[in-house]
Structures are given as structure tokens and as C-alpha cells.
């Protein structure tokens, strides 16, 4: 197979994920995955499902080209270390065997890239956000991140379930609490364009198993859950917003900012991305309190904010309840207000994931996957 057809193939194959990877007039989606896998890898990677299979049911795909398993296992174990493919530990758990799957863009190949990305690479990955990407990773329907507010933004009337509440789900998760570098800021300092926030990278939170990994792999640093609480109010001070994963019980917690977060600089390019976001919250001004002292203006990652009068005006197609405003409201004319209709996320991970499937591929080629995948056969 002629090494540009195996890479179409590739980008066809992993257009299937929960979140897509479509093609784009430019072929930028193609340069992205030659980063990743020479040809190979890729050819290998064609034989790979989106749901963790152990490696002899993958050997018996490919064993008619020839390959080994011996030699499959190192290719696979190479794919793996280079952040294209999943394996390892954050699959095979506590099994004996190897387990591997192919992996989504993001979250998931553009994240595995902390602390060895390239200049080519983030140039790559942000064109990509702009000629296609953004508008598959974002959803109307169910996202893989939502927002929560910042802690002190809230006030005991808020009913606040513990999914919204940053500080209790640090407090109820399970295992190991661990920090690693932020991948957007490492990507914007390659390609000189700095965080205006702060000089800090250590700001994406890691959970239970996959905190495991990250330490495992040397990538992440061991936090006792006090100072993962602490890492949150230094990121509340300098102006982030919390990201978690969408779910009741997320294995990451990520600290965004509006220059650099891949997620919040895309969305902020539609014309009403709060659409785009899962947030229980919006702020609120009270015009006879607000002095207009534009210091909401400085706090706000969504340009959601603007000085009329010299009053503050939210505007509500762009807030995300962040509540980044709220706490630095001298004047007490920012709050946070309930939605009407407040979401409530998945229960896991796990289902987090079969829901965005089910919204993207219907219940009749889910049906499809789940007889395929019963049958050994790759989706």
C-alpha cells in the first residue's frame, strides 16, 4: 500500500472514534498522523478498535502479512510510548496480558504529548482546531469536558451537587492525585506565544488510574489531595477555569485559560459557544452595586464581559459560570446564578464516552458495533 493511501486509510479509520478526526481540504489531519506513525505503524494501526482488545486477537488480524507477535508487541509498545495509541498500564490494569486500542486526537494523542511536543506538531494541531477539528470536538449534546465553578464564587444557597463542587471531587476521589504539564501552554511558549495568565505549566489535574499512569511513566507528580486543593486556589487566583472531565466521577481536572486551552480558544470563535459548554451557572450583575472598575473585564476567559456606562454586562451567549468574575468583585455585584434546567453528567467514564457514541453514531450502528465487537471484529 503506497504510504499516503495508508495514511488516508488511518485518518478514515480514526474518524469512527466517539469524536472524529475528519479530513480537511488542506490534509493537515494527514501531516498530524505522520508526527505519529511511520508507515509502517500505520498500517498496523488499521487493525487496531476503538475498545481495548488484548494483543493475540489483534496478532490474529494482521498474522497474514507475516508480522510475529513478538514483533507486533514492540511496534504496539512503540505506538504506545509515543503517545499515538493506548496500552499499557491505563488499559491492562492489573492483567497479565497487553491490552491495546487506538486513541482519539483529543483528548487523547494531542494530550499524550506533554513535555516532548514539537513546533511542527502545535502548529499543526492549532490549524487543525481551526480547518475542522473544533467543530467535532465540540457538542451540543454531550461534551467530554464541562465547566464547574470556582469554589468561592458559590454561596450556601446554591444547591450545588458534588459533580459541580471542584473541591469535593477531589475530596471523594479514589487512588492517587497527581499534576502534569499543560499541553496547550507547552504547544503556545514552542510557537512564542506565552500564557498571559501566568508562567505556571503544572495545572492539569490526574485522577485514580490515570494518575497512576502518568506517575508510572515519569510524566505526572505525586500530590496528597490538600495539595491538589491548593494547586486549585492558586489557579483560581491567577484566573482559570475549571475544566473536569464530564462526568460524576472524572479522572481529570483540567486549569484553562483563554490564551492558550485548546478547548477555550476554539469554542470562543463560534457565535455562541455557551451552546458548546455543560454548565450549571451563569453570573449575574448587580447594577447598582457595579462600580466599573473593569477588573470582571480582566478575569473573563470567554469575553463574556463588557463596560457599558460604566456598568458590567454579561453577555450570556459567552458566559460559562466560571465564577472567575464573581471572586474578585470588590463591589459584591457579580454572583452566580442557577440555570433553570441544570445538567446532570454520566456516571463514569465509561458512560460518558457510550453516550457521546450513541449521539454520534445512532442506536442502529451502535447495535452494528456491539455485534462486530462480540465477534472480535474492530470498530
Known sequence: MAAQDVYQKLQRH???????????????????????????????ALNLSALSEPLERIHRRVKGSGISIEKLEQVLDRLVEKGAIMGGKMLSGKTNGKYYSKA???????????????????????????????????????????????????????????????????????????????????????????????????????????????????????????????????????????????????????????????????????????EYFHANFFAEVDPDLCEGCETCLERCQMDAISIMDSIANVNLDRCIGCGLCVTTCEANAMHLKEKEKGSVPPKDHDSLYKKIMMERFGPWRMFKMMVNMSLGRKI
Not at 17 to 42: D, Q, W
Not at 108 to 134: K, N, S
Not at 180 to 191: E, H, P, V
Open 14 to 44: 480514526l474518524d469512527k472514534m466517539p469524536v472524529g478526526f475528519p479530513a480537511t481540504e488542506s490534509g493537515v489531519e494527514i501531516r498530524i498522523l505522520k508526527h505519529l506513525f511511520n508507515p509502517e505503524e500505520a498500517e498496523i
Open 104 to 274: 482519539q486526537l483529543a483528548i487523547g494523542m494531542f494530550e499524550f504529548q506533554v513535555d516532548r511536543i514539537t513546533r511542527e506538531f502545535a502548529q499543526d494541531f492549532f490549524q487543525y482546531m481551526d480547518e475542522g477539528f473544533a467543530e467535532e470536538f465540540h457538542r451540543k449534546k454531550t461534551s467530554q469536558m464541562r465547566t464547574i465553578p470556582i469554589n468561592r464564587s458559590l454561596t450556601p444557597e446554591h444547591h450545588v451537587g458534588n459533580y459541580d463542587d471542584a473541591r469535593q471531587l477531589i475530596m471523594n476521589s479514589s487512588g492517587p492525585c497527581a499534576v502534569i504539564n499543560c499541553i496547550c501552554r507547552q504547544s503556545k511558549d514552542l510557537l512564542d506565544e506565552p500564557c498571559k495568565l501566568s508562567d505556571i505549566r503544572e495545572t492539569c489535574i490526574t485522577l485514580q488510574n490515570i494518575a497512576e499512569v502518568c506517575l508510572d511513566s515519569g510524566m505526572g507528580r505525586a500530590l496528597t489531595k490538600y495539595e491538589t486543593l491548593e494547586l486549585l486556589d492558586r489557579a483560581e487566583k491567577v484566573g482559570m477555569v475549571l475544566q473536569p472531565e464530564n462526568n460524576q466521577n472524572p479522572l481529570f481536572i483540567c486549569c484553562c485559560c483563554g490564551c492558550c486551552c485548546g478547548v477555550l480558544t476554539s469554542v470562543k470563535k463560534f457565535p455562541r459557544p455557551v
